[in-house]
């Protein structure tokens, strides 16, 4: 297989926006040349998968515009709901760490703070292939209630509380369709576990 060479550096189609962009980028694959559209992230998510002392999760209810979209396109999928249920999570800003990214996210979306925070992986990729995003896995422990949420004015958020094992039959049953939130569920299920906390 020959391996495919980039040519030139990507080139920005669209300005920039809640930190999102559009690429063209030219690739050499079998001595053929292709322009390839890349969706670009250029703010490392940060997903947080939040239980309180009495093994409970903290989730958050958002309205997706993605979906929303999708439906209102007319597309032969069956419609779903654009509320989402989910883990809390959101962007790096700018000069802030990982960790500072998640702590701040998990207290904007749902008013918790833990007493323990744990980086299960380096990085979960979304789709490698069209899209630069990745985001970064968090499991945070012994989170207690210190205020009501502080959200960005762009998110329409409704937070919701379940018992761990609860949230694993929505998963099995295919009602959680939101992959972050799969994939960092069991990531944690192991420390979950352990902490005979399932």
């Not at 670009?40 to 979906?67: A, D």
């Not at 980086?119 to 968090?138: I, S």
């Not at 205020?147 to 919701?160: F, N």
């Not at 569920?185 to 005979?196: D, E, Q, R």
Request: charged share 25%.
């Amino acid at each position: 297989m020959n391996k495919p060479k980039l040519i030139g550096t990507a080139k920005l189609l669209i300005p920039p926006q809640y930190g999102k962009t559009i690429l063209l980028q030219k690739l050499e694959i079998n001595k053929e040349l292709i322009e390839y559209i890349i969706f670009h992230g250029m703010n490392t998510c940060q997903v947080i998968f939040p239980v309180t002392p009495r093994g409970e999760i903290i989730l958050c209810q958002q309205f997706k515009n993605g979906i929303a979209c999708l439906n209102g396109l007319g597309t032969t999928i069956s419609k779903k709901s654009p509320l989402l249920l989910e883990l809390p999570g959101g962007r790096l800003e700018k000069n802030e760490t990982l960790k500072r990214a998640a702590t701040r996210e998990l207290f904007e979306e749902t008013g918790y703070k833990s007493k323990d925070l744990i980086r299960l992986q380096d990085r979960l990729w979304y789709d490698p292939a069209v899209y630069t995003g990745f985001c970064v896995p968090w499991l945070a422990l012994g989170c207690t209630k210190i205020s009501d949420r502080h959200g960005d004015k762009t998110e329409t958020i409704t937070r919701k509380i379940l018992p761990i094992r609860k949230w694993f039959e929505l998963i099995k049953k295919g009602e959680i369709t939101d992959c972050r939130s799969v994939a960092i569920s069991f990531l944690a299920l192991p420390h979950l576990k352990s902490a005979n906390l399932m």
